[in-house]
């Protein structure tokens, strides 16, 4: 009898221990906010758009992508592309032989140059400029490096959408 008891004692102790452990478990992972991503999307109250806004954009730059004969000398840039991002670029050009693409934009003072790099070798690019100032007119440095080593660069002044329509501006009126 004295032995049952001991074991009834035991079985309460485990399951005392295995409530407070998982007790300590729920507790941590409230008490650290984790929330599912059903409450993420009701909290900030998203909606997915069925037409989304940008893909006539995205199809009109495709075709440029595939029939495009420009170079990096030549390269087709069209600030704010898709109409949302005025301080962003989009720049798409072909190189001969597989390149990896790095662009920096000169910053205004020193240790403000943002320079990003477009992940793999391809020989069509599009490359998304990130960075740039606004009313300014942003030099912007390509690098190709190709798989061999061997580099080439160039540099572009883009101008921000604002500053594009004032410059056209000027030179319509003569000034």
């Not at 001969?96 to 240790?111: C, F, I």
């Not at 798989?147 to 160039?154: A, C, I, L, S, V």
């Amino acid at each position: 009898m004295h032995h049952k008891k001991g074991r009834w004692l035991a079985l309460i102790a485990v399951l005392l221990v295995l409530c407070g452990v998982g007790g300590w478990f729920g507790y941590r992972h409230y008490s650290l906010g984790v929330i599912s991503d059903k409450q993420i999307i009701k909290n900030i109250n998203s909606h997915l758009l069925k037409n989304n806004p940008t893909s006539k954009q995205t199809k009109s730059y495709a075709k440029i992508v595939k029939s495009t004969t420009r170079t990096l000398d030549n390269a087709y840039v069209k600030v704010n592309p898709y109409g949302t991002s005025p301080l962003t670029a989009l720049m798409i050009f072909k190189t001969d032989k597989a390149a990896k693409v790095t662009y920096t934009v000169v910053g205004k003072t020193d240790n403000t140059s943002i320079t990003n790099t477009v992940k793999g070798y391809q020989t069509t690019h599009q490359v998304p400029i990130v960075g740039l100032y606004a009313n300014y007119s942003n030099q912007v440095q390509v690098t190709l490096t190709y798989k061999d080593g061997t580099t080439e660069q160039k540099m572009f002044t883009i101008k921000d959408g604002q500053a594009a329509k004032e410059s056209a501006q000027h030179q319509d009126h003569g000034f």
